[in-house]
């Protein structure tokens, strides 16, 4: 039966609460049968996933929504908390990884595991302009969520199965639609403010939102909205998960180890060179050593936070390692302002304008490592006067020579320091979001047809400021030729203090998107179970990317438009090329809405999308021109192919009785290649995120040991058959939902999606192509001269790839049952979540099937096949009480091999010198239990006091060293290292 606008919100709210903890007395099951309050006004509401509006009911299609009160009852302060604690979300981008692990301030949505480049996110119904993904991240473009001012949000629609058929591109996974507040005119205001029992990690925040005049009685209404919200930064020293950083001990199987991921890269240096016996026949092959002064001298490595390895696995000598794990962030330091201003005028009974702006601007600074930087060393230009002092007097003494002389460059390094100015702290970098979305519109009817058309300007722009741990490299230099700073010895450090260039605005990203709409829909026959709709629609759509770097940021990149100067920031990115791509695609959609009979409607959609080729206002030439060595700048091209695609989704949905309904859907998808994927050019990509023994043992690029090497990130700009494919998809889902007797609801689906010509936006991940580097030989680069370093090393070219086939299954449930009266009141109850069934992908057609699902996968990710929440709440008047908890599966964590990062604890109790192959470690499960309680004093005033991780619950050891920030000790990912955490609301009606 058809249900009333009321009955289906309540549906839709428990179907698409998705396991959030939420009061269960604000929520009702969905109710399949007619509402007996026969006052409510039979409305049609347009949902997420169709473009007709209709009758509110639970369709064909699984959509999950998140009420105003349901966001309130999480507790959660911002968009990305919120989201990314739904069972249905893994594969997103959390605030951690901009810990030195490429998300600049980033977050993301994404839907079961799919990278966050498959779901799309709406504001409203409209397209957000998206920021660029690092490699780490699943590369592409995906909406940063914290720019979502969620005090102004309504609710939040999630369509949890493939939609391109009517949004095209981008939609593979699914949708989260989140839904601006309209025609308010009260007011609203709130305070609340978050303290965690330990130390670190405060959060407060405030918002206010007032209406202005009635829509339907003034004919206009006026609504505007404020946030503001602030978090401090909690460090890995304050945390018992993190405090150890990259050296742990720990027991498996009865046996001791201990994990010593730490980098070669310390203060004071350590120096490391190939070198031979003097006049040693020839053929003979080269010795590498590891030479630290400091340590010799001194017998310590100078910080509590380094320590010493002898003869570590391909050198000879002593190498002084250090932890930078210790000294990060767990979570960084943000706040966020954001505002709404939204204007709806009726012009008469059939015709509204409207118009929206959206405003914000998030700030984060996030803190990691200090500045590491391995550069070269020689007699001439490289640092000469170390070398004099602390190199050859050890050639000397051990009758050495140099191996590494290139008679073609006389000046290039001959051995290479292993620095971190670890005396003048971290790196920090501010990460400056501001966006600014833009639109506007009409809705109608004229001549029997209901129409909408709008429009959108978004923008987001981001910025990178340096704000504390790099220094210039000329200035250090400088220092070092005086004699004023010794970096081996570590001596003078303070003086660099004045190298710092803090304030340097490293980089800024500008994407922009702009698109028009259309659409209409009409009454077209009447059928057994009521009238067929029909909708048509098309839009255009035209988005660019651009980014531009200080010349510090650009030096030495060999491409024509390189500053004259070598100078670049110690410890940062260099070698950068300025990007400036856009494309152009538009497309048209017709659905039907067909109730068959009384109990079954069906849904047929379609859509055709075509897109042009990418735009490039940077293009180089392949090689290096003769003359001047650099790659020569070309004019604009068009790169790449262009595409074209139909896809289509039909859906059923049949009740064969009033408390039973059963649904269907297969569907196929589409997206384009991004233009990242297309434009660009190979450019430096700073180093590994892992610590790799050599890949090509014996050979000049080698650093020896455990250590990290250089990335090189570009482009596919190829046409034709040598060009990226577009990457197709196939989905089906198959569920429904029962309600046995009053109050029980069950509600499961089973859902199926499959991608061919998957694009890897950053290539073969490092962590397979390092453990496989003979299948992978032609992506290193050996040796490589770092840009800016000047030593040599290998390079890995990350270059975006047609992967072959993907797989993800799994099956999304949620149980309710609702209002059981009890002597203290209403009880009532949800039990939420997903299972992931499969998810397996290939990195070449017909190429060996990899997967992530409870295991850490070699694209360094982990799927896990459970998660669930379970809400109890017991509504007594003007008390609410609400016990959730929170379930992740436990999975295997990272593997090593042998020579990189597991030592053995020998029967003395003295730590093994060589690491041994480890099959990583059995992750546990990871439960957490929150409480929430509220008193509505009044119509106008309410206090919600809560307990997040009321047990205070420590994440699990994990000893991954890819994928993430830079966190030690746990997957700053998958668990939250806050511990047990009060919050207390203040709310005012007005």
């Known amino acids: 039966m058809m249900m009333k606008e009321k009955v289906l919100a309540r549906s839709l709210r428990l179907i698409c609460w998705g396991g959030m903890a939420l009061g269960l007395g604000a929520a009702a099951p969905a109710a399949l049968a007619q509402s007996a309050d026969g006052g409510d006004k039979m409305t049609r509401v347009e949902i997420t996933g169709s473009s007709i509006r209709r009758i509110a009911k639970e369709g064909t299609l699984p959509v999950q929504t998140l009420t105003q009160e349901d966001i309130k009852k999480t507790g959660a302060s911002s968009a990305t908390e919120l989201i990314q604690n739904l069972p249905a979300m893994q594969g997103f981008v959390p605030a951690s990884s901009s810990v030195n692990g490429g998300a600049a301030g980033v977050t993301t949505a994404a839907l079961h595991s799919l990278q966050s480049k498959y779901t799309l996110v709406l504001l409203d119904g409209q397209r957000m302009a998206p920021v660029e993904l690092g490699n780490t991240q699943g590369g592409g473009y995906a909406v940063n969520i914290e720019s979502i001012p969620l005090e102004a949000v309504e609710r939040v629609e999630i369509l949890t199965d493939g939609a391109s058929a009517l ?34 990690g405060s959060s407060w925040s405030a918002g206010i939102t007032k209406g202005f005049g009635d829509l339907d009685r003034d004919r206009f209404n006026i609504l505007f909205s404020y946030s503001h919200e602030k978090q401090q930064a909690l460090a890995a020293s304050q945390r018992e998960a993190s405090r150890r950083g990259t050296y742990l001990p720990f027991s498996y199987k009865g046996k001791n180890y201990v994990y010593d991921a730490a980098t070669e890269n310390t203060e004071p240096a350590n120096i490391t060179i190939n070198a031979l016996p003097a006049n040693a026949p020839a053929g003979t092959a080269p010795t590498a050593y590891s030479i630290n002064p400091y340590y010799n001298k001194n017998g310590n490595c100078g910080s509590s936070m380094a320590n010493a390895q002898i003869d570590p696995l391909g050198y000879n000598g002593v190498s002084c390692r250090f932890n930078y794990a210790a000294m990060v962030q767990t979570i960084p330091e943000s706040q966020r302002d954001s505002g709404l201003l939204k204007g709806s005028f009726q012009l008469n009974e059939n015709t509204t304008l409207w118009a929206e702006a959206v405003l914000s601007r998030f700030k984060m600074r996030s803190q990691y490592g200090s500045a590491a930087q391995p550069m070269g060393i020689n007699a001439t230009t490289r640092f000469p006067v170390l070398w004099n002092k602390y190199v050859q007097p050890f050639l000397t003494a051990n009758n050495l020579v140099p191996a590494d002389v ?157 500053p004259a100067s070598a100078n670049y920031p110690v410890g940062g990115s260099y070698g950068q090329v300025p990007f400036d791509a856009e494309r152009k695609n538009w497309g048209i959609l017709g659905e039907v809405l067909l109730p068959l009979h009384k109990t079954v409607e069906a849904n047929v959609s379609a859509r055709y999308d075509k897109y042009d080729r990418v735009h490039s206002r940077h293009v180089f030439t392949s090689l290096p021109d003769p003359a001047t060595g650099l790659q020569m700048r070309l004019p604009a091209a068009d790169l790449g192919n262009t595409f074209n695609s139909s896809t289509y989704k039909v859906s059923l949905r049949w009740t064969p009785v009033e408390n039973v309904l059963l649904r269907a859907a297969y569907g196929t998808g589409f997206k384009a290649p991004n233009l990242n994927e297309v434009a660009g050019a190979l450019t430096f990509n700073g180093s590994t995120s892992g610590n790799y023994s050599c890949p090509f043992p014996g050979t000049s690029g080698c650093r020896g040991g455990l250590a990290q090497y250089d990335l090189l990130k570009g482009p596919n700009s190829a046409s034709g058959e040598l ?103 209403k009880l009532s109850a949800t039990w939420t979540g997903t299972r992931m069934l499969r998810q397996n992908y290939t990195m070449a057609p017909n190429g060996d099937v990899k997967t992530d699902l409870g295991v850490f996968g070699p694209d360094n990710a982990v799927v896990f096949k459970w998660q669930s929440h379970l809400t109890l709440s017991l509504d007594s008047g003007p008390f609410n009480n609400t016990v959730s908890a929170h379930y992740k599966s436990g999975y295997k964590d990272q593997s090593y091999a042998k020579g990189t990062a597991i030592f053995p604890v020998l029967a003395n109790g003295k730590v093994g010198t060589e690491a041994v192959e480890f099959e990583g470690l059995d992750t546990p499960s990871y439960t957490t239990f929150d409480w929430q309680g509220k008193w509505t004093y009044s119509k106008a005033w309410s206090v919600t006091a809560g307990v997040k991780n009321l047990f205070d619950r420590k994440p699990p050891l994990s000893l991954q060293s890819a994928g993430g920030g830079n966190q030690g000790g746990y997957d700053g990912r998958y668990a939250d290292p806050l511990g047990r955490t009060f919050y207390l609301t203040a709310g005012y009606n007005f």
């Open 406 to 562: 290139d008679p073609d460059n006389p000046n290039g390094p001959l051995g290479t320091l292993g620095y971190r100015s670890v005396l003048v702290g971290g790196r920090a970098d501010d990460y400056i979001t501001d966006a600014r979305h833009l639109s506007f519109g009409v809705t109608g009817q004229a001549m029997g047809w209901s129409y909408n058309a709008s429009a959108v300007l978004s923008r987001s722009q981001l910025k990178d400021k340096a704000a504390g741990g790099y220094t210039d490299f000329d200035k250090l230099v400088s220092l070092v030729a005086s004699g004023k700073y010794d970096l081996i010895m570590g001596t003078g450090a303070e003086l660099l203090r004045d190298a710092l260039v803090n304030g340097t605005e490293f980089q800024k990203s500008v994407s922009t998107l702009n698109s028009l709409h259309f659409g209409a829909q009409h009454d077209v026959l009447e059928l057994p179970g009521g009238m067929a709709i029909g909708s048509l629609g098309g839009d255009f759509v035209k988005t660019r990317y651009r980014t531009d770097y200080h010349p510090l940021i650009l030096s030495q990149s060999g491409f024509e438009g390189q």
């Open 167 to 200: 949004y095209g591109s981008d939609a593979i996974s699914g949708v989260v639609n989140f839904i601006l507040k309209k025609n308010k005119t009260d007011g609203s205001a709130y305070v609340t403010t978050n303290k965690p029992q330990h130390k670190g």
């Open 723 to 825: 060009g990226l494919r577009p990457e197709k998809s196939k989905q089906w889902t198959l569920g429904g939902r029962i309600e046995p007797v009053t109050g029980l609801s069950l509600g499961m689906d089973v859902w199926n999606v499959q991608i061919r010509n998957q694009i890897l936006s950053g290539g073969i991940p490092e962590a397979e192509g390092f453990r496989n580097a003979q299948q992978y030989k032609h992506l290193f680069v050996n040796p490589y001269t770092d840009p800016g370093g000047g030593f040599t090393t290998i390079g890995y070219k990350q270059l975006p790839v047609n992967g072959g086939v993907a797989n993800y299954r799994g099956l999304d449930w949620d149980f309710s049952y609702r209002n059981r009266r009890t002597s203290l009141g």
